[in-house]
């Protein structure tokens, strides 16, 4: 089984994220979502406009995500492990990024794929 890990703020849902989460989940038998939680979202310097129990909410009620799950903080890394999934889809914003060129790295280590 091939379990998929994507993760934001999904404030303000829109088609980008709908389309995030049918890609991931054709490419994956299990879809976790992780939704970051207000507090984190402040930490990062910003605020999100829907509170957090709505947009967990918003997520799991997508047909494409089989769990939606709190993301406390930014390890994506041992979110993937914790949750036992093999690959970590990201935004094309991320894509070439130094950020993007450290997680392709340190995932590949542990055997999990970005996507």
């Known amino acids: 089984m091939i379990i998929g890990y994507t993760t934001g703020v999904y404030d303000l849902f829109h088609i980008g994220h709908l389309n995030l989460f049918k890609n991931a989940k054709g490419m994956c038998d299990r879809l976790i979502v992780g939704v970051t939680v207000d507090e984190l979202v402040q930490y990062k310097?910003?605020?999100a406009l829907i509170p957090f129990e709505d947009r967990i909410e918003l997520v799991r009620s997508c047909k494409y995500v089989d769990v939606a799950v709190p993301q406390y903080d930014m390890?994506?890394?041992n979110a993937c492990r914790k949750l036992g999934a093999s690959c970590l889809f990201v935004g094309?914003?991320?894509y070439g990024t130094e950020k993007w060129k450290e997680y392709e790295s340190e995932f590949a280590r542990a055997g999990i794929k970005i996507i």
């Open 45 to 47: 310097g910003k605020r």
């Open 75 to 77: 390890n994506k890394l």
């Open 92 to 94: 094309d914003d991320w």
